[in-house]
Every structure is written in structure tokens, then in C-alpha cells.
């Protein structure tokens, strides 16, 4: 609040009159002096009186506002700090699953020696159809191991660097496997096909093959061991004038969301 100069000077008349009525022996001018002081003080100490206070909680508010936003940074570091934890937790429980899952092959066919690899690369336009692994010769890794998912085939080594190598996919277009459809025992050779998928041909006309066959690896050749599952029968093709029949296969694992994979090193 602004005075004016004559209500300044108003203010400062009364002023000096009330000193000199404290000094001065009292007396009834004095006396009068001092209450008619008192009178025009009163409203002026009340109207400073709010504004100090105001003043003073303003910068309370101020100080206030001041530690919420370090207390507030503060909470926003320990969120970010249990966001990072968790998502770790997240990734070490997926780690976990695969392992455990691949622990169940590694107990029933203890003469496999696997090192596990984390695919760090893919066939861009799923043309080619391979993937990149970031173990290689460093790591015992050779051309033509076989590489595999809780027993179920994916492909083979195709190109060997010291530290990553090429997978060469079972679905890859020139990809042939010698196999045998479990439960009536046919023979047949699996190819790839564009799109992640399978066929398998060359299967006897006499043969029985019905739609959720297993087909697995014969063992025939160097490259696949015995009992490696490929995938299973979705459609079976027959034709009368034909000698053989064949029959389309879906893989039982997702090639395309793969992340950890494993290869058969003896």
C-alpha cells in the first residue's frame, strides 16, 4: 500500500507527538495526545501487520514448493531405479524359462554337448532365411553343427566367424533333411519352404501319414543327429498317379521370436 506525502507526513506529526507524551510528565494533553495517537496508529499497524505476514508466508509457500520439487526429484530417481530393476527381473525370469526348458532335453539325451547362443541378428526380408548367432569359433563353434530349441530342429552352421555365426535355417528354401514321420515309421525328406514353413516328400503311397503326425530327423547323413523333432503334419497331399505323397509340416517353434538357441557341439 502506497501513502501519499501529506499522509506521510500526517503519520510522522503523530508519531513525534506520542514520543513526546511518553517523555513528557503525564498529564491530560498528554494524555489525549497519546490516545489520538494510538487512533491513527492502530489501523496503519494492522494494515503493515497483513502485509508482513503475508510477505512471510509467501516466501514459506516459496520454500515449501521448493523442497516438494527435491523431494518429488528425488521419487522420480527411485522410480526409474525400480523401473530398471524390474525390467532386469523380467528379462532373468525369461532367461530362466529357457534354460529350464532346455534343461528337460539336456537329462533325457545326456550325450549332447550344447553351448547356448543368443541370436543377435535376422534375415531382414525372411528371403534367405538364417540368423545370426554371437558364438563362433572362439567358442568351439563349427560349420555343419546342428543348432536346436528344446530338441526341436532349427538348422545348421553355415558360416563361422571367431566370435558370431550363420544359422542356416531348416526352413530355408535349400535346406533338405533327411526324416521319418514317428508314428508309422515313413521316410521322407523335409524342405524348406518360403514364409518359415515345411514339406515333406518322397513318403510312400503305401505309408499312413494323418494330420498332427510328428515328423522328426532320420539320423541319416552327418549333419542331424536321431530324434530331433521338426515339426508337425498339417496337410497331407496325396495324388493316385504318383509314386510318392507328401505332406506339409508347421514348425512347432516360432523361428521368428527366437533368442537363445542352442548348438550341438560333438
Not at 530355408?172 to 515309421?185: D, K, L, Q, T
Request: glycine share 8%.
Amino acid at each position: 500500500m502506497k501513502f501519499s506525502r501529506s499522509t506521510q507526513i500526517f503519520v510522522l506529526i503523530i508519531i513525534v507527538l506520542i514520543l513526546a507524551s511518553i517523555i513528557w510528565p503525564q498529564n491530560p494533553m498528554t494524555a489525549s495526545i497519546k490516545s489520538a495517537g494510538v487512533f491513527v496508529i492502530n489501523p496503519i499497524k494492522k494494515v503493515t501487520g497483513k502485509m508482513a505476514r503475508g510477505i512471510g508466508d509467501f516466501w514459506n509457500n516459496i520454500k515449501d514448493i521448493k523442497k516438494l520439487s527435491e523431494v518429488n526429484k528425488g521419487l522420480e530417481k527411485e522410480n526409474q531405479k525400480l523401473i530398471l530393476k524390474t525390467s532386469r527381473i523380467k528379462e532373468l525370469e525369461h532367461e530362466n524359462q529357457i534354460l529350464r526348458a532346455q534343461l528337460g532335453f539336456i537329462q533325457t539325451n545326456p550325450e549332447y554337448e550344447l553351448v547356448a547362443a543368443e541370436v543377435i541378428g535376422r534375415d531382414p526380408n525372411n528371403f534367405l532365411q538364417f540368423m545370426t548367432v554371437n558364438k563362433g569359433s572362439d567358442d568351439g563353434i563349427k560349420k555343419e553343427m546342428p543348432v536346436i530349441v528344446e530338441g526341436y530342429l532349427l538348422g545348421k552352421i553355415s558360416q563361422v566367424d571367431k566370435r558370431s555365426a550363420k544359422v542356416f535355417l531348416i526352413t530355408n528354401p535349400s535346406s533338405v533333411v533327411n526324416a521319418f514321420i514317428e508314428e508309422s515309421r515313413a521316410t521322407g525328406i523335409v524342405r524348406g519352404q518360403l514364409g518359415y514353413s515345411l514339406i515333406i516328400e518322397s513318403i510312400s503311397q503305401e505309408a499312413k501319414v494323418k494330420l498332427g503326425d510328428t515328423v522328426i530327423t532320420s539320423g541319416l547323413g552327418e549333419t542331424f543327429p536321431k530324434g530331433l523333432v521338426i515339426g508337425k503334419v498339417d496337410q497331407v497331399e496325396e495324388r493316385e498317379a504318383e509314386v510318392f505323397k507328401k505332406a506339409t509340416v508347421v514348425p512347432i517353434i516360432d523361428f521368428s521370436s527366437l533368442e537363445v538357441v542352442f548348438v550341438i557341439t560333438n
